[in-house]
């Protein structure tokens, strides 16, 4: 039986593994004056100041209400839970503070919901919270939404071209102007608190969430962040700051998301300290200069250490030294990977300085349960307690939610006209027409005139859902018609109202066949859409053969072609530039695809309408092969350099560029060892044990919670290893990697999983075995029967098909284990030479 694994467990395997030291902490600058953390904070680290200052009757009045909460409404105003999972009911009983919808989640499961529907639902959980006929206190909850680029879970609204679009416009003003729309539309569904901007700066554009990013250079995520902030709380000089129009924002994902291994999301960046303020840290600086009032913490660890349980990162540098005075938000029960905890129960993650868990699982009561134990026994301090309630109401009140009252009641709530109004979907055609680069534009082909026959092609020419990418109306942005986008323009609408306008024709035909050959072809081409975790890719190249094959039919027919290439990062798309007249890169531009045909065709008159302003803030590869960067580093690895672009004006010839992948293919002829005595490279032996903590097996015998691990002799010394299960509870052993091995080519040729086991104590409950290929990815099969039937003390080989594997998920080309093993009962067995080998008879088989 294959199975699909679904195990958070063993995500945190990944992080763990990355246990290299911390490096050199000394800095060249750093905080000026004396400062209270002086002896442990390293100096390079700024001391910052909010323009939102304390306020000593807000002090006050927190003091008082903290006088009279209970233990219970205390951890409730630090469980944030899901919309899908609690109800207005648990809300009141539970004295739930906050409420979240994710990805894809909608008032009553309904992806069409109106904007009254989701105005009723915020209502509904306000009631429930303020509700004190319990004798409590009553304390309005803060609803927060994934308003990424837009509000962006709501039918109608405006969405924005991605963050990394936003970077090439390479203009921070007009990030406040999005922030302002974007908070506009968040309140009029009634709800108070967005999170973003996300402050990612990508190392390794492999990463699923590049496109949550504005750039590789710190220095633009540092000039975006604050003006973000502004627009979406109001600035200094707004009437209602956080009030009003506006909302709560929230700088993600604390700290360095962007700088991990291999660009792994969820991973380990492996990095010093100087790295993290240099480089990952800058947004937030602005943000908090800004006044942003939350700030998420990361899945990701820095140097192995989860950052939902790093105490000097979240408490000492971020708290005391950066001066951060509002609450930090747990990341989608990112709590459970920290060493030692569980999805309903993670004390070290608040005593570390998480203030609020976001518990979107039906565990959330057990959290809650668990952690009211853990506050009355001491395990959490009172004192620990208190500071972070006092964070959560400090910026409840400072947003006056305690004066907002029903929040259909608030203004601007229920005010559909604010969904995709006009003025929103102007600036955000703005910002489509600013983030434009011009790869190529071979003879001056651009800007086109409006009087031609234009064919338009390729399948990202009329569909809106994926010229939006990830996170859009669903989670991972699929699933979706143009209909879901009510108001929108593609980009083929966009160019048909320009060239008909003028008494050209226009020909839409996804496969490039056409009734009357054209003046000039557009294709529209690119990536699907994806988020988190899905989003990940095993090297740079686009593959993209379908479309290739099209440009290279157009161009043979003697066809100009102008290719629109729709993509979250930077891809090697050398074939593509070479089979292209103009090439340029139009990101995920969302609702307002008309801001393409703004620049691509001239004026009535002839004239230039808008011209090509937009810059690369992520260099363009100049082959497949993953580059790790750093500004002004890798320059010669980069087709197009970071700040590229072409105008009207440069007169600019792209020779032909190289079509070397630079990716070596393996024939997958040879076998390739994982287990030989020792962990091959790249992989090592790791455990999570029965409590959920992860270690790296470096000593011969290793006794842990539930699962102990030993070396011990089959052929010559220690070439195998005895692991033992006692049945306390679910742990896993295996081989995991901090980089990705592409087992593809095994895969075509009829390979196979294969290990040499001993059985000295058969299972006593299921056994898995799994390939692991990042969160949510990967697949198990049951080797229970195997393990049962073999005869004890007796060698013997399994061989498990890899078709099998990849059937039920794991995803051959992207491995970050190849082999673990995973019960909850006892069991004790030893293993031997685990290997990938081709050409092999498989004993299990799946079908
Ligand atoms: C993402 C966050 C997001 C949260 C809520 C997480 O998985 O990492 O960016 O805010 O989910 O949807
Ligand atoms: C949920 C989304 C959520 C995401 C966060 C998904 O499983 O369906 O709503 O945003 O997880 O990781």
Redesign the pocket.
């Known amino acids: 039986m294959k199975k699909r694994i679904l195990l958070g467990v063993i995500s945190g395997l990944i992080a763990g593994g990355g246990l290299a030291g911390c490096g050199e902490q000394k800095m060249a600058e750093g905080a000026k004056t004396e400062d209270t953390n002086a002896a442990s904070v390293n100096a390079a680290w700024p001391q910052l100041s909010s323009p939102i200052t304390k306020d000593p009757a807000i002090e006050a009045r927190i003091d008082e209400l903290l006088a009279r909460m209970t233990v219970e409404e205390k951890v409730g105003q630090m469980v944030q839970v899901?919309i899908?999972t609690a109800t207005p009911e648990d809300v009141k009983q539970y004295h739930i503070g906050s409420i979240l919808?994710?990805?894809?989640?909608f008032p009553n499961d309904n992806k069409h919901a109106t904007v009254a529907d989701w105005v009723a639902l915020a209502d509904e959980y306000y009631k429930a919270s303020v509700d004190t006929s319990d004798g409590g206190v009553g304390i309005p909850m803060i609803w927060g939404t994934?308003a990424v680029h837009g509000h962006n879970n709501v039918i109608g609204a405006t969405l924005f071209p991605h963050n990394i679009a936003l970077g090439a416009t390479q203009n921070p003003e007009l990030m406040r102007q999005i922030g302002a729309a974007t908070a506009a539309e968040v309140r009029a569904t009634g709800i108070d608190w967005i999170f973003a901007p996300t402050l990612a700066v990508v190392r390794d554009d492999r990463w699923g969430r590049t496109y949550e990013s504005y750039a590789e250079d710190p220095q633009v995520v540092y000039n975006y962040a604050g003006k973000l902030v502004e627009g979406l709380q109001g600035s200094a000089d707004t009437e209602e700051r956080l009030q009003g129009k506006h909302v709560i924002g929230t700088a993600k994902h604390w700290l360095a998301d962007g700088g991990t291994e291999n660009g792994i999301d969820r991973g380990d960046a492996v990095m010093s300290e100087e790295e993290l303020v240099k480089i990952h840290a800058q947004g937030y600086f602005s943000a908090i200069e800004a006044g942003v009032q939350s700030v998420m913490a990361s899945f990701s660890s820095w140097n192995g250490e989860k950052m939902h349980g790093h105490k000097y990162l979240m408490t000492d540098v971020l708290k005391d030294r950066l001066g951060f005075d509002g609450f930090v938000v747990g990341?989608?029960a990112g709590h459970q990977f920290v060493n030692g905890c569980s999805t309903d129960s993670c004390p070290q993650a608040i005593n570390a300085g998480l203030d609020m868990f976001m518990a979107?699982d039906p565990s959330w009561k057990a959290l809650f349960a668990n952690t009211v134990a853990q506050a009355k026994s001491g395990e959490i301090s009172a004192e620990r307690l208190d500071d972070a309630v006092r964070r959560i109401l400090r910026v409840k009140m400072r947003s006056g939610l305690f004066e907002a009252g029903l929040p259909s009641e608030r203004a601007n709530a229920g005010d559909e006209s604010l969904i995709g109004a006009p003025a929103h979907r102007a600036i955000a055609r703005q910002a489509v027409r600013e983030s434009l680069v011009l790869l190529k534009n071979n003879d001056g082909l651009l800007p086109l005139a409006r009087d031609q026959r234009v064919l338009v092609a390729g399948d990202g020419a009329d569909n809106i859902g994926k010229q939006s990418g990830g996170w859009s109306i669903t989670?991972q942005g699929t699933g979706n018609q143009n209909s879901d986008f009510p108001g929108a323009t593609s980009v083929f609408g966009g160019i048909a109202e320009v060239v008909e306008s003028a008494g050209g024709t226009v020909e839409l035909s996804v496969d490039g066949n056409f009734e009357q050959k054209p003046d000039v072809a557009i294709v529209v081409f690119g990536e699907d859409p994806y988020?988190?975790?899905q989003g990940d890719i095993a090297n740079l190249d686009y593959n993209g053969d379908a479309d290739l094959a099209l440009l290279q039919r157009l161009k043979a027919q003697g066809i100009p072609v102008v290719s629109l290439f729709i993509t979250g990062r930077p891809l090697w798309t050398n074939p593509e530039i070479n089979a292209s007249d103009a090439f340029a890169v139009i990101w995920q531009p969302g609702t307002e695809g008309g801001g393409v045909a703004d620049v691509l065709f001239r004026k009535v008159s002839g004239e230039v309408n808008h011209d090509f302003t937009g810059k690369l803030t992520f260099s363009w590869p100049n082959d497949a092969q993953p580059i790790v960067r750093n500004p002004g580093e890798n320059e010669a690895l980069a087709q197009f350099s970071y700040g590229y672009g072409l105008g009207y004006e440069d007169n600019v010839q792209v020779a032909v560029l190289s079509e070397e992948s630079g990716l070596i293919e393996s024939d997958g002829n040879e076998a390739l060892a994982v287990f030989n005595g020792r962990a091959m490279d790249p992989w090592s032996l790791q455990v999570t044990d029965a409590g959920n903590n992860q270690s790296v097996i470096s000593s011969s015998v290793t006794r842990l919670q539930g699962i102990s691990v030993q070396s011990v002799d089959r052929k010559v010394q220690e070439d195998s290893r005895r692991l033992r299960w006692t049945g306390e509870g679910n742990a896993i052993a295996g081989f995991f990697a901090n980089s990705r091995t592409d087992l593809s080519a095994y895969l075509g040729n009829q390979g196979a999983l294969m290990f040499d086991v001993k059985v000295d104590s058969a299972p006593s409950d299921a056994v898995s075995l799994g390939m692991y290929c990042g969160q949510?990815c990967g697949a198990e099969q049951s080797i229970t029967d195997v393990l049962q039937s073999a005869a004890p003390g007796e060698w013997k080989t399994v061989t498990v098909d890899l078709q099998c594997l990849a059937a039920g998920g794991a995803k051959m080309d992207m491995v970050l284990s190849p082999f673990y093993v995973r019960t909850a009962g006892s069991l004790d067995v030893t293993v031997h030479d685990i290997r990938i080998a081709s050409k092999a008879d498989a004993d299990i088989n799946c079908g």
């Open positions: 899901e899908r919808n994710g990805g894809g989640s994934d990341d989608w979107p989670w988020a988190e975790m949510d």
